[in-house]
């Protein structure tokens, strides 16, 4: 299986920040790669796929970077509902796999 | 729209089996693939495996194998996750998931854009 980290584990950051969260997978999976936003006790919500691609209806202070092995997801002016847990996938495999998370929480 | 509504909670004893289901609605249902994720308490994301829903193919993670069946039901828009041989670890919310893919002009991409609203389910003596 395509093993994801994910880097930091969490981070605090205030309103108006710019955060850059990063997901590296264990192979080279080209742009294969999606991010989800998690708030606690929903599902998992699309934001990006295809490394890059941000999913229609999401706002565009979200945007996504990489290929190969090394992802980035960017949230370049944070709003009080982006505070959550954001998870990277994989579908290069025809065996998905998460990262473990980053939690992106209030300073 | 697209929807999937699961099957409410359930508590189950170590050593039982679960089966959950998953009803899609407001697409072709034989025409996408159908996911299973789970989320223990406090924890991230973990994929158990999928089904075609058009030829009934699988694919199961290894940590899940001989554990876990899907199957489906296309009279009844309806995809089905069964777990045997229950632990306290299996206690966790399971989401189903519809599949969706993408075309450019290079290549061929796949998401999860579709969730169900998950099921708790609950391993406890």
């Known amino acids: 299986d395509v093993q994801m980290t994910q880097s930091p584990s969490s981070l605090s950051a205030s309103v108006g920040d710019s955060v850059t969260l990063t997901c590296r997978a264990g192979?080279?999976?080209?742009?294969?790669l999606n991010w989800y936003q998690q708030k606690s006790g929903k599902a998992p919500k699309l934001l990006i796929f295809?490394?890059?691609s941000l999913l229609s209806g999401v706002p565009s202070r979200f945007s996504g970077s990489g290929s190969g092995t090394d992802f980035t997801l960017t949230i370049s002016s944070l709003q009080p509902e982006d505070f959550a847990t954001y998870y990277c996938?994989?579908?290069?495999?025809?065996?998905?796999?998460f990262g473990p998370g980053t939690k992106v929480d209030l300073k | 729209q697209v929807q999937l509504v699961q099957s409410g909670a359930e508590v189950k004893k170590p050593g039982a089996s679960v089966k959950v289901s998953c009803k899609a609605s407001?697409?072709?249902?034989?025409?996408?693939?159908v996911h299973w994720v789970r989320q223990a308490p406090g924890q991230s994301l973990e994929w158990l495996g999928w089904?075609?829903?058009?030829?009934?193919?699988?694919k199961y993670s290894q940590i899940f194998q001989g554990r876990v069946t899907i199957t489906r039901d296309t009279a009844a828009s309806t995809v089905y996750m069964e777990l045997s041989s229950l632990r306290s670890e299996d206690t966790a919310v399971y989401y189903c998931?519809?599949?969706?893919?993408?075309?450019?002009?290079?290549?061929?991409?796949?998401?999860?854009?579709?969730w169900g609203q998950g099921t708790l389910v609950t391993v406890s003596s």
């Open positions: 998931a519809r599949l969706t893919g993408y075309s450019d002009s290079s290549d061929y991409y796949e998401y999860l854009q579709h």
């Open positions: 089904i075609n829903a058009g030829n009934g193919n699988t």
């Open positions: 295809a490394a890059s």
């Open positions: 407001g697409y072709t249902f034989i025409t996408y693939a």
């Open positions: 996938q994989q579908s290069y495999s025809t065996v998905f796999t």
């Open positions: 192979q080279n999976i080209n742009t294969d």
